[in-house]
């Protein structure tokens, strides 16, 4: 089962971007990130066994207050 997680935060500055890549992409089981700007800033995440409210939690303490998990998605491939 893969997950689709996506969490939605402001994306003010390249430090702050690059923080939020290092926290996402170093989780466990994720294997695809990518930035979505599309009207609103949002980080979307793919990857199995992935805790989403940690990762959430993770970028709230350490980049913004204002991370908000918009969805969590799971497709059986």
């Given at each position: 089962m893969t997950q689709k997680i996506v969490?939605?935060?402001?994306?003010?500055?390249?430090?702050?971007?690059?923080?939020?890549?290092?926290?996402?992409?170093t989780a466990d089981g994720v294997t695809a990130f990518a930035f979505e700007r599309e009207g609103r800033d949002r980080v979307v995440i793919k990857g199995e066994d992935i805790d989403p409210a940690?990762?959430?939690e993770c970028l709230r303490e350490k980049v913004t207050k204002h991370a908000r998990l918009v969805s969590v998605a799971i497709d059986d491939d």
């Open positions: 969490i939605e935060l402001p994306l003010n500055c390249a430090k702050c971007e690059k923080k939020i890549m290092a926290i996402c992409t940690r990762i959430t």
